[in-house]
């Protein structure tokens, strides 16, 4: 099957996604683009998709890490990261808010960005609020990895890739990324890529 999932250089990645109205939800046709994401997401496999990178322009994105796609991590790089497994969870019209001022710097992958990997930084800890799929009004205080996996998602919403917010040097083919940082703890990654010199880090 072709993938479903639009690549950088697609507009409606650029966009500013609209909200979700009330007369859209729990209709068929937001059902169908619920499954769509879900199936679309699984299939990459990936760990979050947010409805622009289905070329649909409305603020919901699906979530859910499964155990197998940690499998392959150390458990230095499952605990560093905070990575645990995370059920399936939807989130409509969601609003993210950072909870302390904690920021962490880890590797991230894009599946409209295909193949290719870099050093992302983002708060350690947000609380995001919302609906889900069926209107309720939903709050999550999320830590580590699933909170990565919000703040991916939600920039999608606002027309952000991972890209805009990278450590320049650190992008590279997943594949070299694998090669030469697999296993690694993120303060021999840093060391290896310069990181740690004054300024870089703040800077980017």
């Given at each position: 099957m072709e993938n479903?999932?639009?690549?950088?250089?697609?507009?409606?990645?650029?966009?500013?996604?609209?909200?979700?109205?009330?007369?859209?939800?729990?209709?068929?046709?937001?059902?169908?683009?619920?499954?769509r994401m879900t199936e679309a997401?699984?299939?990459?496999?990936?760990?979050?998709?947010?409805?622009?990178?289905l070329g649909v322009s409305l603020r919901v994105f699906v979530l859910e890490d499964r155990a197998e796609l940690q499998a392959a991590l150390t458990p230095v790089e499952r605990a560093e990261r905070e990575r645990v497994p995370l059920p399936l969870?939807?989130?409509?019209?969601?609003?993210?808010?950072?909870?302390?001022?904690?920021?962490?710097?880890?590797?991230?992958?894009c599946l409209s960005v295909s193949g290719y990997a870099a050093l992302v930084e983002r708060w350690?800890?947000?609380?995001?609020?919302?609906?889900?799929?069926?209107?309720?009004?939903?709050s999550w205080r999320a830590r580590g990895w699933p909170a990565r996996i919000l703040q991916?998602?939600?920039?999608?919403?606002?027309?952000?890739?991972?890209?805009?917010r990278m450590h320049p040097r650190s992008f590279g083919t997943l594949p070299q990324v694998k090669a030469r940082f697999g296993g690694l703890p993120i303060a021999e990654v840093k060391r290896a890529l310069g990181?740690?010199?004054p300024g870089v880090e703040a800077g980017r």
């Open positions: 479903p999932i639009v690549q950088v250089g697609h507009p409606v990645l650029r966009e500013r996604a609209r909200d979700v109205t009330p007369e859209q939800l729990g209709t068929a046709e937001f059902r169908a683009l619920l499954a997401m699984r299939q990459a496999p990936g760990v979050g998709l947010a409805a622009p990178q969870r939807v989130f409509v019209n969601p609003t993210l808010k950072p909870v302390g001022d904690e920021r962490v710097t880890f590797f991230e992958g350690r800890e947000v609380e995001v609020t919302g609906l889900d799929e069926a209107g309720a009004p939903v991916h998602e939600a920039d999608h919403l606002d027309g952000v890739i991972y890209v805009d990181l740690e010199v």
